[in-house]
Nanobody, 116 residues
Framework: QVQLVESGGGLVQPGGSLRLSCAAS?????????MGWYRQAPGKQRELVAY???????NYADSVKDRFTVSRDNAKNTLYLRMNSLKPEDTAVYYC?????????WGQGTQVTVSS
């Protein structure tokens, strides 16, 4: 059973930065794997934040473009999300997702709260 463990969330002031990490318990970051970050705010549906396809194509939600950067380290089986210029509306639980061939994996989520 593969586990994805997110870390790096917390409380930050508006305009601040955080880096989220998502580590897989075994090697699933293959050339066939696509992966990314989603978030879910209270009372809202889960939404895509950023995604990297198996071919390296990257997609961002319009609301985070030019502020967030997603990256992957295949050797470490770790996915990252660098978040700059954070806004209160970025407050949510952030989840990582990995799709490796026909297997889909989700992390347990990490809370990000942006507040003064």
């Amino acid at each position: 059973q593969v586990q994805l463990v997110e870390s790096g969330g917390g409380l930050v002031q508006p305009g601040g930065s955080l880096r989220l990490s998502c580590a897989a318990s075994r090697s699933i970051f293959t050339i066939y794997a696509s992966m990314g970050w989603y978030r879910q705010a209270p009372g809202k549906q889960r939404e895509l934040v950023a995604y990297i396809s198996s071919g390296g194509w990257i997609n961002y939600a319009d609301s985070v473009k030019d502020r967030f950067t997603v990256s992957r380290d295949n050797a470490k089986n770790t996915l990252y999300l660098r978040m700059n210029s954070l806004k209160p509306e970025d407050t949510a639980v952030y989840y990582c997702h990995v799709q490796e061939r026909n297997q889909a994996y989700w992390g347990q989520g990490t809370q990000v709260t942006v507040s003064s």
